[in-house]
């Protein structure tokens, strides 16, 4: 059996998050919980455990397979997990509506003119 790892070290090392810092930081902040409880970032994991990770508006549900230390390509790192069916439902719904949202939001036809800047200049004093 592998030896457990940190909780912040795994995330890093599953490419959940880009640094272990910030992987420390949303395991302290309560973003990250391990079998439904919320943990801190120095607390080791061990296969078959349960993780729940809000990042970005949107949620993953995962069960942890493999202990890595090492952080490894993307291909790697997507087996050191396995996410539930319902909760690559639940993601692929909420980033379809995020990206209908962006697509109905209004965007500026170009560059404003003199007038214009100073008509924003004045709204945000």
Do not use: C
């Not at 910030?22 to 970032?41: D, E, F, H, T, W």
């Not at 349960?50 to 493999?66: A, K, P």
């Not at 090492?70 to 291909?75: E, I």
């Not at 790192?77 to 539930?84: I, K």
């Amino acid at each position: 059996m592998s030896e457990p790892v940190r909780i912040d070290k795994w995330l890093w090392a599953a490419r959940f998050y880009k640094t272990r810092s910030i992987a420390a930081r949303a395991v302290s902040g309560g973003k990250v919980q391990l079998n439904r409880a919320r943990v801190k970032p120095s607390r080791a994991l061990k296969v078959g455990d349960s993780m729940e990770i809000h990042r970005n508006g949107l949620t993953w549900q995962i069960e942890v397979l493999i202990m890595s230390a090492r952080r490894g390509p993307a291909s790697v790192a997507q087996t050191l997990y396995r996410e539930s069916e319902e909760s690559i439902r639940k993601r692929e719904a909420v980033s379809d509506q995020f990206r209908l949202a962006a697509a109905t939001t209004p965007r500026p036809e170009g560059k404003p003119d003199k007038k214009s800047r100073r008509q924003l200049r004045s709204l945000k004093w």
